[in-house]
């Protein structure tokens, strides 16, 4: 195998999905070809990011499959069908079960907006985070990319990076900040790690 093929999963905005295309485009994520992008909401903006790079979608929708076995089993279909190797959960805001985690050890990642063990686990996700951190007080946080298992936000940590809080911070000027200084740099940098690991594998 000469590259892993990486599928996307998002919910939203889809900015860490950009940061991927763009470090392939750019030779940086170079191990791995991101070969699909699945979404769980169907106006994700992150399916037009994907479209636009040409990369395959899909729309899988937890209420049109009636349970969460049934919406993750429809993943796995898609998952199966294009021989994908690396799951990355980019802006992916549904938790996954046991049954799922478990069927891919060591390849699922999860890019989460904080430096792992704070501020993470079930009810911390996207902006709610940062309003945490900022609640608490804290003068650093960051971001984590970490495999995913059973635990919610607690696989093994692959990559952090720390950001400095300002006095003036909203959770909105921090979350781009992580954003910008961190995420978009460990996700492609942790998905190109994991990609080279894979192929030497093989
Ligand atoms: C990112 O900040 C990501 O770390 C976070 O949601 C945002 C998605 O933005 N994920 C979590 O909070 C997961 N627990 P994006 O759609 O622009 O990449």
């Known amino acids: 195998m000469s590259t892993a093929n990486i599928a996307v999963l998002v919910s939203g905005g889809g900015t860490n999905l950009q940061a991927l295309i763009d470090a392939q485009a750019k030779g940086d994520l170079r191990s791995g070809r991101i070969t699909l ?20 979608t899909a729309v899988v929708l937890k209420k049109e499959c009636g349970s ?16 994908i190797d690396l799951i990355v959960l980019a802006g992916f805001m549904s938790i996954l079960s046991e049954d799922f985690t ?12 904080s430096l792992i ?34 635990v919610p936000d607690g696989g093994e940590i692959i990559l ?6 300002r006095e003036n911070d909203t959770p909105e000027t921090l979350q781009k900040r992580v954003m910008r200084l ?18 030497e594998r093989k």
């Open 37 to 56: 992008v699945i979404a769980n909401k169907s106006d994700a903006y992150a399916l037009q990011r994907a479209e636009r790079a040409g990369i395959s």
């Open 68 to 83: 969460q076995q049934a919406f993750e089993q429809a993943i796995v279909d898609l998952l199966e069908k294009n021989n």
């Open 117 to 150: 063990p704070s501020f993470c686990g079930k009810g911390f996700y996207g902006l709610r985070v940062h309003e945490a951190a900022l609640e608490y007080g804290v003068k650093v946080t960051g971001a984590t990319v970490h495999f995913v298992n059973e």
């Open 102 to 113: 478990r069927r891919y050890p060591k390849r699922i990642l999860n890019v989460h907006p």
């Open 160 to 165: 952090q990076k720390a950001v400095a809080i």
């Open 182 to 199: 961190a995420e978009w740099k460990i996700l492609p940098a942790a998905t190109e790690l994991v990609c080279s690991n894979i192929i």
